[in-house]
C-alpha cells in the first residue's frame, strides 16, 4: 500500500538558509500533519491543513511557514534557519473531517532530517 | 486539555519474556488513544489505535493494550519480546480531529 512520500529525507543547511520540505499524502487522505522531533525528543505537534486550509496550529515558529496544494501535497517553508531547528521533521496524513469528534488514525512519513550547521 | 505520560523512559526484558510499556493519560473528552512505534533511523509506525469500541485493543506483531478509563492507563503488552521489539515506543492522545499529542517514549532494550 502507498505510505506518506517524504522529501528530500536529509537536508543540509547552514544557518540563516532557507529549506523546503514537501510531503505527499497517501491517496484520498485529504489531512496533513506535521510534527518536529528534536534528538532524544518525542514530537512536536507544527501544524495542520484539512482540505488545503490551514485547520491547526501548534507550536511552528513565526519563521516557518506551510500550505497544502490542491493535489493535497504540503510544504514547509523554514527561513533564517538556526541551529535549534536541527530535527527530524515528520509529515503524516489521515482522512481528517473538520468538526469529527473521532480522530481518523493518523499515518507518519519517514521524515527528513534537516542538519543546520 | 490533553496529555499522556509514560512511566518509565526504559524497559530492558530477556527475549521471550512479557514486554509492559505503562502509559496513562489525561484528557477532557473521550480520547482516542495510539501507540507508535520508532526504530532507531526510522520513522513512526503505528501499532494499535483504541477509539472507543472494544477495550482491548490488537495490534500488529503480536501487541495489544488495555484501555482502562478507571484507571485513565493505556498500557502495551506482548507476551513473548523479539529481538525485532527493540525501538522506541509512543504512547499518543487525541481528542477531536487534531493533532496528536506524543508522550516522551519508552525505549525497549531486548537482551539475547
Known amino acids: 500500500a502507498a505510505g506518506v512520500i517524504q522529501s528530500p529525507r536529509h537536508l543540509i543547511k547552514e544557518k540563516r538558509e532557507t529549506a523546503t520540505l514537501k510531503c505527499y499524502p497517501i491517496?484520498?487522505?485529504?489531512?496533513v500533519y506535521w510534527y518536529q522531533q528534536g534528538p532524544g525528543q518525542d514530537p512536536q505537534f507544527l501544524i495542520s491543513?484539512?482540505?488545503?486550509?490551514?485547520?491547526d496550529k501548534g507550536s511552528i515558529p513565526d519563521r516557518f511557514s506551510a500550505q497544502q496544494f490542491s493535489d493535497y501535497h504540503s510544504e514547509l517553508n523554514m527561513s533564517s534557519l538556526e541551529l535549534g531547528d536541527s530535527a527530524l521533521y515528520f509529515c503524516?496524513?489521515?482522512?481528517?473531517?473538520?468538526?469529527?469528534?473521532?480522530?481518523?488514525?493518523?499515518?507518519f512519513g519517514p521524515g527528513t532530517r534537516l542538519t543546520v550547521l | 486539555a490533553q496529555s499522556v505520560t509514560q512511566l518509565d523512559s526504559h524497559v530492558s526484558v530477556s527475549e521471550g519474556t512479557p514486554v509492559l510499556l505503562r502509559c496513562n493519560y489525561s484528557s477532557s473528552y473521550s480520547p482516542s488513544l495510539f501507540w507508535y512505534v520508532q526504530h532507531p533511523n526510522k520513522g513512526l509506525q503505528l501499532l494499535l489505535k483504541?477509539?472507543?469500541?472494544?477495550?482491548l485493543v490488537k495490534g500488529i506483531n503480536g501487541f495489544e493494550a488495555e484501555f482502562k478509563k478507571s484507571e485513565t492507563s493505556f498500557h502495551l503488552t506482548k507476551p513473548s519480546a523479539h529481538m525485532s521489539d527493540a525501538a522506541e515506543y509512543f504512547c499518543v492522545v487525541s481528542a477531536g480531529a487534531n493533532n496528536l499529542f506524543f508522550g516522551t517514549g519508552t525505549r525497549l532494550t531486548v537482551i539475547p
Open positions: 491517496p484520498r487522505h485529504d489531512t
Open positions: 503524516a496524513s489521515s482522512r481528517g473531517l473538520a468538526g469529527a469528534t473521532t480522530t481518523d488514525t493518523q499515518y
Open positions: 491543513f484539512y482540505e488545503k486550509m490551514q485547520s
Open positions: 483504541y477509539t472507543s469500541a472494544a477495550t
